[in-house]
Structures are given as structure tokens and as C-alpha cells.
């Protein structure tokens, strides 16, 4: 059973910094582009970052030059590095697994972040 749990996760003052951790189980992990998504109460879920296989990144216009998405395939885990977060950060975030060849898409269950003073 393919499993994506994320962590790290909490409160944080604004400007303040968090690492997301998302760890895969049942998946060829270095097969899979990763990403984290986020979703605001009354809001869609956004793109916030995405690392493909081969690791190229690309980021939300919001989040560009503050968040830094990494992965180590030796680990299964994909991680989100938060710098200087704002209020308008609070969400939910969701880690992604995606391998397109095959059609396979998966969901972690979220993890909550609030920035908060």
C-alpha cells in the first residue's frame, strides 16, 4: 500500500522557518516527481513546489525565493524548506507523487501549517 506521510508541520511566527519532511513507502521513489501543494480554508488547492525525477525544480510565484523543495532518493523523502514565512503561508500541505508514464498519482494527507504572531 503506497503511503506518503508528511511532517513538520505547526505554528510559526511570521518570518519564521519550517521544514515540511513527506516520506514515501511502497513506491520507486527516484521514478516519481515529487511536489507539495497547499490549500487555505475557502481556497483551491495551489502548486507550491514541484522536484522532478531528475531534480529540476520550479516553485509558485508566491512562494519563489523563500521555499526550497529537495529530495534524497537514498531516503524516500521529499522535503520543503520555509523561510521567511507570512501569514498569508497558513495552509495545509500536501506532498504528491506523481509518475506519468504509468498513471500513478498520489496523495499525502496533509500536514497544517499556521503562521501566526
Known amino acids: 500500500q503506497v503511503q506518503l506521510v508528511e511532517s513538520g508541520g505547526g505554528l510559526v511566527q511570521p518570518g519564521g522557518s519550517l521544514r515540511l519532511s513527506c516520506a514515501a513507502s511502497s513506491i520507486t521513489f527516484s521514478y516519481y516527481a515529487m511536489g507539495w501543494y497547499r490549500q487555505a480554508p475557502g481556497k483551491q488547492r495551489e502548486l507550491v513546489a514541484i522536484i522532478t525525477k531528475s531534480g529540476s525544480t520550479s516553485y509558485g510565484d508566491s512562494v519563489k525565493g523563500r521555499f526550497t523543495i529537495s529530495r534524497d532518493n537514498a531516503k524516500n523523502t521529499v522535503y520543503l524548506q520555509m523561510n521567511n514565512l507570512k501569514v498569508e503561508d497558513t495552509a495545509v500541505y500536501y506532498c504528491?507523487?506523481?509518475?506519468?508514464?504509468?498513471?500513478?498519482?498520489?496523495w499525502g494527507q496533509g500536514t497544517q501549517v499556521t503562521v501566526s504572531s
Open positions: 504528491k507523487a506523481d509518475r506519468v508514464e504509468l498513471g500513478n498519482t498520489y
